[in-house]
């Protein structure tokens, strides 16, 4: 199995890295080429990649601790993130591996890919793309289907699987990725991904995680504020001052009371929105949403824009990626026109 690369490009630089993948793929259009004997030094994959990753599953099912092994496997959800793993590869391999939740052969793909990748320490990258997210990506790379995998090197894609592929192939390919890194002089050295858990807040934030601890939303409020100012591009002070606000207009509602009040009068606005907060709040997700997608729908032209509103700070407050949001958020767009 061989990927389409063009050696001559190994002085490509992170502006061409945007630019290339941008045409969709740049590189298919080359040939197909011998890895050189010059870089058959180069690292190879571990053989035993999946048996030791199955020996870890079987571990943790016996009820063994096992300590959790770092992984180089990214998640990769907006056109930015796409963006800035482009221009990683500048650094070293960058694998983006294409998977749709409703495709059992990509997922599978994306675990050996993660394995793989994971067992060259730091070599090189697997980003992980959702298509159903991220469509722009696959239309970036010209991928109409997945699983599919894109190799970039030095802002250069290539493809290295359309399909299934055994894992065998899939580590001889993803070897051939890395003795290429090396003829281009991309060593890699990669972090692994942090855990959330693991990373420490910045000194706002966790400011305002401790007023909240202690049931000071005015100062959490005061923290998550100050924070934006600082930096007006942060998004999860962004999303933590809308988690406070949302706290901060259940705290004296009472949800019977609500309830009472929504169902006596479906146009009562105000009504409406306390019970989908409430309902929020309790993880009453859709439910939630549904309400306001039905007060949208019903209301006049004047308090539309009211509802849409409310409706945007409950997305941004869960999430714009989470599945229910984004189903939620194409209703609200069939329903302004």
Same mark, same amino acid.
């Given at each position: ?78 056109p930015e993130e796409f963006q800035k ?23 599978? $793909? ?13 070599? $090189? ?16 790379f010209g991928v109409s289907g997945v ?191």
């Amino acid at each position: 199995m061989s990927i389409i690369f063009n050696p001559a490009d190994r002085g490509a630089s992170q502006n061409a890295a945007q630019g290339n993948v941008a045409q969709g793929g740049a590189a298919q259009n080359g040939a197909a080429q011998e890895i050189p004997a010059s870089v058959r030094n180069a690292m190879e994959l571990n053989p035993n990649a999946a048996q030791n990753a199955a020996a870890q599953s079987a571990g943790a099912q016996s009820g063994e601790q096992t300590p959790s092994a770092p992984t180089w496997r990214y998640e990769v959800n907006t056109p930015e993130e796409f963006q800035k793993f482009v221009q990683l590869s500048s650094q070293g391999a960058v694998i983006f591996a294409l998977y749709a939740p409703h495709s059992p052969s990509s997922l599978q $793909m994306l675990e050996g890919v993660q394995k793989l990748v994971d067992s060259a320490a730091g070599s $090189m990258i697997c980003a992980a793309v959702d298509v159903t997210k991220l469509p722009e990506a696959a239309q970036a790379f010209g991928v109409s289907g997945v699983p599919a995998g894109v190799a970039v090197l030095a802002g250069r894609p290539a493809p290295i699987y359309t399909g299934p592929v055994s894992a065998e192939d899939l580590g001889d390919v993803l070897s051939q990725v890395l003795q290429l890194a090396a003829q281009y002089q991309l060593p890699g050295g990669f972090d692994p991904v942090v855990p959330d858990d693991e990373k420490p807040l910045p000194p706002l934030h966790a400011e305002a995680v401790a007023a909240l601890d202690r049931g000071d939303l005015e100062g959490a409020r005061a923290a998550y504020r100050k924070a934006i100012t600082e930096n007006p591009g942060d998004k999860e002070a962004k999303l933590g001052l809308e988690q406070v606000e949302l706290l901060s207009r259940v705290k004296d509602l009472d949800m019977a009371t609500e309830r009472a009040a929504a169902a006596a009068d479906p146009m009562n606005i105000e009504a409406a929105f306390n019970v989908a907060d409430l309902d929020l709040v309790g993880g009453h997700v859709e439910d939630s949403y549904n309400r306001l997608l039905r007060l949208f729908s019903a209301v006049g032209p004047d308090d539309k824009a009211r509802v849409r509103e409310r409706l945007v700070q409950l997305f941004d407050v869960v999430g714009a990626s989470d599945p229910r949001t984004v189903k939620a958020r194409a209703a609200l767009t069939m329903a302004l026109f």
